[in-house]
């Protein structure tokens, strides 16, 4: 009765302070670890792609320790190419080879190791003739010609492959295999620049044409028809390219390979149009509206305002646009893979057959060897393209958005 | 007396009679001329692919096993192979993605480093090639992870140290992590400020807000990832060159440790290394025709689902 307010509490700083709480604690934290797991994975990504590379770097004892491991459950992987296991059907065999590996060194054992994957690959078509299709008929006999290979390419060192790096020949099999990303670089580069011709004004005009002529309505159906097109799985890209444009192509142009860099770039093109399309879009559509007005209240037609006014105020998205426009390309592997005739030819005619990095990936890793010297370089190939589309995002991220809000904040 | 100019016309316009500026007409012809071509070409390929993928499209060729070297029948196993695929990568990829999703929408400060980083690795992920996904398959999974597994609980016997589902479908789950992330974060950040200010003035903990609130709300930016995820994983063929996709089998997976057919790669493999690739001509173009439909009605859908999420935002 004293008091007018019974029932005050009496708030301190102490009892104000945030409680402390198991269950919230714990949950923030286990939260913000799996975001971590983003920034692990890319750089677990770079950490594996490369170190299936480094015996290229002469890291020659890592790679024995690496591949004596391996070699215990070894002679099952040396029949990649065939796709199938040889270890279920005849799991006994390992047991010998493996033991008879432990205290020697890493050169004889693999030789030891021949007759025995011989022998596995050999009981192959018997066993697995009726299961699985073997991919490679001749994949038994080229695998033992590898690891032959692997011996002789290990003892000579990495630096007999680095020779080879540039040099203009891309003959990873044979007695004398050279390793010339020459070739595969100036294929890559045709095909991405052909289809950066096609893709990029092309987007970029759509993109125009969408965010500042075409009515709500029509936006509101053009844009999603056009993102539909990156629902195209690029396998299905490549065998249209294959199937209809490249016939469709050769009765225009007559060329004599049907596969070549022009139809890998024109097919690659419509994989890029809808990244390209969609990030120049947002960008023009993020020019504020007070250019536009400004624009049209100064006399500018309609036109003249877009190609004057905002498409100059969105050049950084745009370039953005056309950057991971040029990644997509870069990395693309199925396209490639079909439809670009995958010789690794060195000319500057678009209507040759070409190779890119990544098709050689994708057609070769199949049928290398694990600890190879032709599997460490397709790595260190799949690690050049890491680094590149890395770079690129981290230019199209930093750089240009940096540049795109200092401009329309005005400073 | 001077001439007044009119306001309304640009005297040194060209016009072409109707009183419109030459000029004008064809840049906007221009720019609507490309639209056309990319729909048009978009068109084109869904036609041709319908109108020679039709007369072998049937239930008969979904639901039998290849036949004769693959050069006649259906294409049973590469579909279960997909379906297998997609939902082990759904599982492993759905949680990660959500959780990540609300820790950028919910926990991460404005200026936040790590959420900066989260951010950037995310979009890094995305844009990376998606053959680099399936090195990294073999390199980590298989040859470390795999190896690793079998010498500690398999007694060095070959099990997990080789391609199959559960290396392929982690692969893909790496790859449409970004996919569900970026949907999710997009659904959350539609659920207005003052639900969360609502939970939270009543006392409710951070914690308790999201499960009750914050999560409720995001279950069809969920769906929609998950869709959107499902349609790329099913389409990809590249991650899973390497890390377990089969040329032909001719019984169904039984376990996450086999190798496994798939729509993608079957089209890919019989039109390059068929025995007759003329002849399977029917069979190729009716397989890309069901994997068209089944990526193209699952981006439909989640385009639908968005667009509802966008309408509830207003």
């Known amino acids: 009765m004293n008091s007018p307010h019974p029932n005050k509490q009496t708030f301190t700083k102490e009892s104000l302070k945030k409680q402390f709480r198991l269950s919230e604690f714990l949950a923030e934290k286990v939260i913000s670890s799996v975001a971590f797991l983003s920034i692990a994975v890319i750089f677990l ?35 990649y190419g065939s796709e199938t296991s040889t270890a279920d059907s005849e799991p006994e065999t390992y ?19 021949n007759p025995v994957v011989e022998e596995t690959a050999a009981a192959e078509p018997e066993t697995y003739g009726t299961v699985t299709e073997d991919l490679n008929p001749d994949s038994a006999s080229e695998d033992v010609v590898a690891i032959d290979e692997k011996v002789t390419g290990n003892k ?61 309505r029509r936006k509101e159906i053009i844009k999603p028809i056009i993102e539909m097109l990156a629902a195209f799985p690029s396998v299905v890209i ?18 004599d390979s049907r596969l070549n860099a022009f139809i890998g770039g024109v097919a690659m093109a419509l994989a890029a149009i809808p990244i390209i399309y969609t990030i120049s879009e947002d960008a023009l559509s993020s020019v504020p509206k007070t250019y536009t007005e400004a624009s049209l209240a100064l006399g500018a037609s309609k036109a003249q305002t877009a190609f004057s006014v905002i498409l100059p105020a969105a050049t950084p998205g745009i370039f953005a646009a056309l950057l991971l426009g040029v990644g997509r390309v870069f990395g693309e592997t199925m396209i490639a893979l079909m439809a670009t005739g995958n010789a690794a030819l060195l000319s500057a005619n678009p209507f040759e057959s070409v190779r890119t ?55 | 007396m001077e001439k007044a100019i009119s306001i309304t016309e640009n005297p040194f316009a060209k016009t072409n009679g109707r009183g419109k500026d030459v000029k004008e007409t064809a840049v906007v012809g221009l720019t609507q001329t490309a639209v056309v071509l990319i729909i048009a070409i978009l068109v084109i390929i869904l036609g041709i692919i319908i109108y020679q993928g039709r007369t072998k499209f049937s239930w008969e060729f979904i639901s039998s096993f290849p036949t004769d070297g693959m ?25 990660f993605g959500t959780i990540t999703a609300i820790y950028l929408t919910e926990y991460a400060h404005e200026n936040s480093k790590f959420a900066a980083a989260v951010r950037f690795s995310i979009r890094t992920l995305a844009v990376v090639p998606s053959i680099i996904f399936g090195l990294f398959g073999l390199g980590f999974f298989i040859q470390f992870v795999g190896t690793g597994m079998d010498s500690a609980f398999n007694d060095g016997q070959l099990r997990w140290g080789q391609p199959n589902i559960l290396w392929a479908s982690l692969t893909m789950a790496l790859l449409t992590l970004p996919v ?18 609502a939970s939270l003035a009543l006392g409710a903990t951070k914690w308790q807000t999201i499960k009750h609130v914050v999560f409720p709300g ?34 169904l997976p039984g376990s996450l440790s086999d190798q496994f057919m798939n729509l993608g790669y079957h089209v890919y493999i019989m039109s390059t290394q068929s025995s007759d690739v003329e002849k399977t001509m029917p069979i190729q173009f009716a397989t890309t025709l069901v994997l068209l439909i089944l990526t193209l009605s699952l981006n439909l859908v989640a385009v639908i689902i968005r667009s509802r999420i966008r309408r509830k935002a207003k």
């Not at chain 2, 569900?180 to 639900?195: F, N, Q």
């Not at chain 2, 930016?221 to 040329?247: D, H, N």
Request: aromatic fraction near 14%; charged fraction near 15%.
């Open chain 1, 95 to 113: 047991g010998a080879p493996a033991e008879s590996l432990e205290p020697e060194t890493y050169g004889s054992p693999t030789e030891d190791l």
């Open chain 1, 238 to 255: 490549g065998f249209f390219a294959m199937m209809v444009l490249a016939t469709f192509f050769q009765d225009i142009f007559g060329y």
């Open chain 2, 180 to 197: 569900i992330i970026v949907s999710v974060e997009e659904a959350l950040k539609t659920i207005p400020r003052e639900l969360r200010e």
């Open chain 1, 156 to 216: 000579e060192g990495a630096d007999k492959t680095w020779s080879t790096f540039f040099s203009t020949e891309w003959v990873p099999v044979s007695d004398n295999p050279r390793f010339g990303l020459i070739a595969l670089f100036i294929g890559t580069l045709k095909v991405t620049i052909i289809a950066m011709l096609i893709a990029g004004p092309l987007a970029i005009l759509a993109a125009v044409y969408t965010s500042c002529f075409a009515s709500n």
């Open chain 1, 357 to 411: 990095f990544a098709a050689t990936i994708g057609s070769e890793m199949a049928e290398t060897v694990f600890g190879e010297t032709h599997y460490s370089v397709l790595f260190f190939i799949g690690s050049l393209l890491f680094i590149f589309s890395f770079i690129l995002n981290a230019v199209a991220e930093f750089y240009v958005k940096g540049r795109l809000i200092k401009k329309f904040q005005g400073k």
């Open chain 1, 45 to 79: 990504i770079f950490i594996f792609v490369f170190k299936e590379s480094l015996p290229l770097f002469g890291f020659n004892d890592k790679a024995k320790a690496n591949t004596e491991i391996q070699t215990t459950t070894g002679a099952a992987i040396e029949t």
């Open chain 2, 218 to 251: 995001s279950i069809s930016g969920i769906m929609t990832g998950t869709i959107l995820a499902v349609s790329r994983g099913a389409g990809e063929v590249a991650p899973i060159l390497f890390t377990g996709a089969a040329y032909y089998l001719a019984t």
């Open chain 2, 71 to 95: 050069t006649q029948g259906g294409i049973f196993p590469a579909l279960i192979g997909t379906f297998i695929l997609v939902i082990v990568m759904s599982i492993a990829a759905v949680p």
